[in-house]
């Protein structure tokens, strides 16, 4: 059974930095497109950042663009997300998620596994 455990959230003031990891077991880390996710009080799960099998293809929504960056280790296992000028708008829980298709994609539906999320907590 696949498991996705993240962790490195927290309470940050607006301009800091959080960097989170997703802890990958069970399956081939290698072999799955690999993303994040982020849900604020409210409001429905949208889509951040994802990566490809490789690293070599990213895709980011546009409000985090030069601000974060996703990564990975697949001899680790494990997915990063580093996030630099936290506003807090950024305030969320932080997913990761695996898909086990072949095309990056930012669509919440085509992901196959989940974590639990971790908080992320921006104060003004």
């Known amino acids: 059974q696949v498991q996705l455990v993240e962790s490195g959230g927290g309470l940050v003031q607006a301009g800091g930095s959080l960097r989170l990891s997703c802890a990958v077991s069970?399956?081939?880390?290698?072999?799955?497109?690999m993303g994040w996710f982020r849900q604020a009080p409210g409001k429905e799960r949208e889509f951040v950042s994802a990566?490809?099998?490789?690293?070599?293809?990213?895709l980011s929504t546009e409000s985090v663009k030069g601000r974060f960056s996703i990564s990975r280790d697949n001899a680790k296992n494990t997915l990063f997300l580093q996030m630099n000028s936290l506003k807090p708008e950024d305030t969320a829980v932080y997913y990761c998620?695996?898909?086990?298709?072949?095309?990056?994609?930012?669509?919440?539906?085509?992901?196959?596994?989940w974590g639990q999320g971790t908080q992320v907590t921006v104060s003004s």
């Open positions: 998620a695996a898909d086990r298709s072949a095309y990056i994609t930012r669509e919440r539906a085509d992901y196959d596994y």
């Open positions: 069970g399956g081939t880390f290698s072999r799955y497109i």
């Open positions: 990566i490809s099998r490789s690293g070599g293809t990213i």
